[in-house]
């Protein structure tokens, strides 16, 4: 019986872990397998217990718990009550491949830790998929604990666990620790100096560039070329870009052994033509408040050569390269002609060799977009969930974004066009984009709840057109569950469904749309500084902490309180779900990072909805 018991426990962490619902999955493992100590802290159980009880308790005048309370609950003292169903190897190798996942770094230590005090060996992939949780996340003394743990048991670390270090100096702009790291690996790797692809994954790009420019130009291999596209799009830097792609290109002329180009070279040179963080919003600022320079901006000279170069360069190939950024870079530069050729090329190419995909679908799909072809973009997309293997979750989740941006991209080109149909057309396009949502949250892409707040929704990362979204799926669920409780009324207990419909929701609707003024990540006030008029020097790569440029940060800011502004102001015109005075309040609100919809207001709605 018990057999059996673990093998339906594992088949559900599975089923939830395929769903895209890791938090379902961590509390079923909590629930059936009760911790036995208290791991996330040395301190004794009751100190911590209630530390984070105190913590917990702690909120803010609006009702929502500090960003920085803890999502895991403490665990109970040694033997203070027995695990339901005790884990075994498997039910931590399932949920350390999750935690890897979805970068749960210290929900991968704490596994780590219980795996001890259940008694259950963990294999040197297991580690290393704590570590590579720990690494994603930034936790860098949890990735240095775990690496401790495998070297205590007489496993060694391998060069992927100590990139996954160094990833965590760098998200934590830790640079001194992460250049020390790379010079010892460089020393037991036989090196004699650290070379620029590791300058790169340290994000160390001025050294990358000295290092770089230290090689003598026959002596240049592939792996350089590609460090250099890495940091070079990563700093928008468009000079260096061109020049690099230009060397690239007379290596092949040449003939240089071990120089190609594919798609991942191709894709890194792309990213050039991307906008930087923030412009969109900066250009917005300065449309809405009439400035000078408010047209769209024109690409620069150097983007244009990088652009010609690029061009040749795919010509020479042989492949008929098709990436998302590359085609609006050419529809930017008024060279659709151009993009439509490249488009039929990659389509009779395709067709020739079925299954041999040179990019990636997303980037496909986004292309598709870029140039109005919805409907084959969908057709990829449909083929894309039937060709791929089984388990290649992270592809279809990024095939799937793409083509909601381009949902996203169509009916803001069909609200421009003129007729009487336009409206039709805008909600066909915005029904069909509802379904696609709904379906990617049945499928686990998209999770738009807080993982640790009840009934509050979280859309960091989301566009204006994903949050509006979002809240309408959230609405029209709402309205659905009030009509079932309707539905339900009968001779015994109508009054108490009655008013269970009625009071759906039971509390305001919170949403998060970025970092609030109680987080201490959020070092500048978004109110009181102002980005610069003339554009900040933005980098989309990953930066050190000291080499952060603090309008970076202002703009960053400026984006939160603007998301949460502009998706106000939808919501007001398009359900009518706050008022005049809510906006009027929300402007002289000091939080950028929340926005909170009255129950009377849902309800309402829901009432309208349903009639």
Not at 213 to 239: F, G, I, N
Not at 466 to 480: H, I, P, Q, R
Request: aromatic letters at 6%; hydrophobic letters at 35%.
């Amino acid at each position: 019986m018990g057999v059996r018991l673990d093998g339906l426990v594992h088949r559900l962490l599975l089923a939830h872990i395929r769903n895209g619902c890791f938090e379902r999955a961590w509390r079923l493992y909590r629930r059936l397998a009760a911790p036995v100590s208290n791991t996330l802290s040395t301190e004794p159980w009751s100190r911590d217990n209630a530390a984070n009880t105190a913590l917990s308790q702690r909120s803010q005048p609006n009702g929502l718990p500090l960003a920085g309370a803890s999502s895991i609950s403490p665990a109970p003292p040694p033997g203070s009550q027995s695990a339901l169903l005790p884990p075994t190897l498997k039910t931590f190798s399932i949920l350390l491949r999750a935690c890897t996942r979805w970068r749960k770094g210290v929900e991968a230590k704490l596994l780590v830790s219980e795996a001890d005090e259940y008694r259950v060996d963990l294999t040197r992939a297991d580690f290393e998929q704590a570590i590579s949780a720990c690494g994603s996340s930034g936790d860098s003394r949890n990735v240095e604990w775990i690496m401790k743990r495998m070297t205590e048991r007489g496993m060694p670390v391998s060069r992927e666990a100590q990139q996954s270090l160094l990833n965590a100096h760098f998200i934590r702009g830790e640079s001194r620790a992460g250049e020390a790291l790379l010079e010892s690996m460089t020393k037991a790797s036989g090196q004699a100096s650290l070379r620029t692809q590791d300058y790169v994954s340290a994000g160390l790009f001025k050294k990358a560039f000295a290092a770089f420019d230290a090689v003598s130009v026959p002596a240049r291999k592939q792996e350089d070329y590609v460090a250099m596209l890495t940091a070079v799009s990563a700093l928008k830097d468009a000079p260096r870009m061109a020049n690099v792609l230009e060397e690239l290109e007379r290596g092949l002329r040449e003939g240089r052994a071990g120089l190609t180009l594919g798609p991942t070279e191709f894709g890194l040179a792309c990213r050039i033509f991307r906008k930087a963080e923030g412009q969109e919003l900066l250009e917005e600022t300065r449309q809405e408040k009439g400035r000078v320079g408010a047209r769209r901006r024109r690409m620069g000279a150097e983007e244009m050569r990088c652009l010609d170069v690029l061009a040749r360069l795919g010509d020479r190939s042989g492949i008929p390269f098709l990436n998302k950024t590359y085609v609006e870079a050419l529809v930017e530069t008024r060279r659709e002609e151009e993009a439509r050729k490249r488009l039929d090329r990659w389509l009779a190419e395709r067709m020739e060799q079925r299954g041999r995909h040179v990019v990636s679908y997303a980037s496909q799909i986004g292309a598709l977009g870029a140039l109005g072809l919805w409907p084959v973009a969908h057709y990829l997309y449909d083929e894309m969930r039937f060709l791929t293997p089984h388990g290649s979750w992270e592809r279809e989740t990024q095939s799937f974004r793409s083509l909601l941006g381009v949902y996203e991209t169509e009916e803001k080109r069909a609200a421009r066009c003129p007729g009487a149909a336009r409206g039709k057309i805008v909600d066909a396009l915005h029904g069909l984009a509802l379904a696609t949502y709904k379906e990617g949250i049945r499928r686990g892409h998209l999770n738009h709840w807080h993982p640790s707040r009840e009934k509050v929704m979280d859309l960091h990362r989301y566009s204006l057109y994903l949050a509006v979204l979002a809240v309408e799926v959230v609405l029209t669920d709402m309205a659905s569950e009030s009509s079932h409780a309707e539905n339900r009324m009968g001779p015994r207990n109508s009054h108490d469904l009655a008013a269970h419909a009625l009071s759906i929701p039971a509390q305001d609707l919170w949403v998060i749309t970025g970092r609030g003024k109680h987080n201490s990540s959020r070092l500048i006030n978004a109110t009181s500084s102002r980005p610069n008029a003339h554009g900040p020097s933005y980098t989309a790569g990953p930066m050190h902490v000291g080499e952060t440029d603090e309008r970076q940060r202002n703009m960053e800011n400026l984006s939160h309180m603007r998301l949460r502004d502009k998706l106000a102001r939808a919501l007001a015109m398009q359900h009518g779900l706050l008022t005049e005075i809510d906006l009027r309040r929300l402007r002289s609100d000091n939080n950028c990072g929340r926005l909170c919809i009255r129950k009377e207001a849902i309800q309402s709605w829901i009432k309208a909805h349903n009639k």
